[in-house]
């Protein structure tokens, strides 16, 4: 569905007064996240669940605050993707026609989709058009009705965020070896001498750049397989369907990098099956139970709710993700990219207590 018909069919399902409202708080993410001018803005949504639709809301809102600062917008709402989908047609179509430099907007209850002859990787044709981009994925499992807990965190003061995040960055970036621990029982030894570290603080105003809305985490890939000890997951676990928040924790053991062991209850099992479900489809099976990121979250105005979109970015909490972090920098092509939130961690660098 183009512009006219997904204002037609938010209106129809009494959202669009919502979108409405939203698009008061998305006016002023423009200038700092995305150094707008009057390049053209493609929004893509899809149209969600029964009672679960914060990525139309969301896609809808972002729409009405451009028309609002009179950018040349656009709005496609798709239906859901999930994995091995392809993008609807009139999606690739928007995508391809959009020339050298302009704005793409991301807004899914699941994922975008396959965006077929474009290539594999949305992130690397971004860069090939010299596109900016933001995005907010894996939307589905939060209630219409929740919309503002996303809100709140994507409200935020984003230069003296960005300044705290460039500093810890480059802290990250330096150590060679990092330590956790938690109240939990989490005690992780994480290798990344040598390794660039990634700030996610919503400055994509660079060509060709991108990355998450809400933003807030320093993260970054390990060196090779070394990575070794416990990490108790206690905040919330990603899955290929949803997002858990954790009632009985996840306790993983891992040895050269990989998990050896899932002890717990539900939750684990759950995990524990995604990892099997992944490894009987995968192309590269020994790859789904490998650690690939360790991940620092210093939103101040996010916290857990059951959404890794925002669970991730949550002040006090760190994360590690499970299988892929080719896109990133790192060398692991796996079928999956799960996060694993645990709160309340004690971080050192080469020794020193890192002091958020």
């Given at each position: ?30 200038t ?7 390049e ?14 914060v ?9 009405l605050?451009a028309?609002?600062?009179?950018l ?66 894996s ?6 009705s ?20 460039e ?14 621990t938690t109240?939990a ?9 040598g ?11 660079m060509?060709?750049?991108g990355?998450n ?5 320093i993260?970054s890939?390990?060196?090779?397989k ?9 905040g ?9 928040l954790?009632?009985?924790p ?22 524990e ?9 995968a ?10 990121e ?13 959404a890794?979109?925002v ?17 990133f920098?790192g ?10 939130v ?9 020794g ?5």
């Amino acid at each position: 569905m183009e512009t006219l018909e997904s204002i037609k069919w938010l209106k129809e399902r009494s959202l669009y007064d919502l979108s409405s409202k939203v698009a008061l708080s998305l006016k002023k993410i423009f200038t700092p996240c995305l150094a707008v001018k009057d390049e053209k803005v493609l929004i893509v949504g899809d149209i969600g669940y029964e009672n679960r639709n914060v990525a139309a809301v969301l896609s809808g809102a972002y729409y009405l605050a451009a028309e609002q600062l009179k950018l040349d917008a656009k709005l496609i709402l798709q239906d859901v993707k999930s994995r091995g989908d392809a993008s609807d047609e009139n999606v690739v179509k928007n995508l391809a026609e959009l020339k050298q430099g302009n704005i793409i907007i991301l807004n899914m209850s699941d994922k975008l989709g396959n965006i077929q002859q474009l290539g594999k990787s949305f992130r690397r044709w971004v860069a090939k058009k010299s596109h900016r981009f933001i995005s907010a994925m894996s939307l589905g499992d939060l209630a219409t009705s929740n919309i503002d807990l996303i809100l709140k965190a994507i409200d935020v003061n984003y230069k003296p965020l960005q300044t705290q995040h460039e500093e810890l960055r480059q802290r990250l970036e330096k150590a060679k070896e990092v330590h956790i621990t938690t109240p939990a029982g989490t005690d992780l030894y994480y290798n990344k001498s040598g390794i660039k570290a990634i700030a996610a603080d919503g400055n994509y105003t660079m060509p060709g750049t991108g990355g998450n809305l809400p933003a807030g985490e320093i993260y970054s890939p390990p060196n090779g397989k070394k990575i070794e000890g416990k990490a108790v997951i206690d905040g919330s676990s990603r899955t290929h369907e949803h997002t858990i928040l954790i009632r009985k924790p996840i306790e993983l053991t891992i040895k050269d990098g990989e998990i050896a062991e899932i002890r717990g209850h539900d939750e684990a099992k759950q995990l524990e099956n995604t990892l099997k479900w992944a490894a009987s489809v995968a192309k590269n099976p020994g790859n789904v139970r490998r650690i690939c990121e360790l991940g620092i979250g210093l939103n101040p105005k996010a916290s857990i709710i059951g959404a890794m979109i925002v669970d991730d970015k949550t002040l006090g909490t760190a994360h590690i993700g499970i299988g892929s972090n080719y896109w990133f920098g790192g060398n692991i092509y796996a079928i999956i990219h799960l996060d694993q939130v645990f709160k309340n961690p004690t971080i050192y660098l080469d020794g020193e207590l890192l002091k958020i």
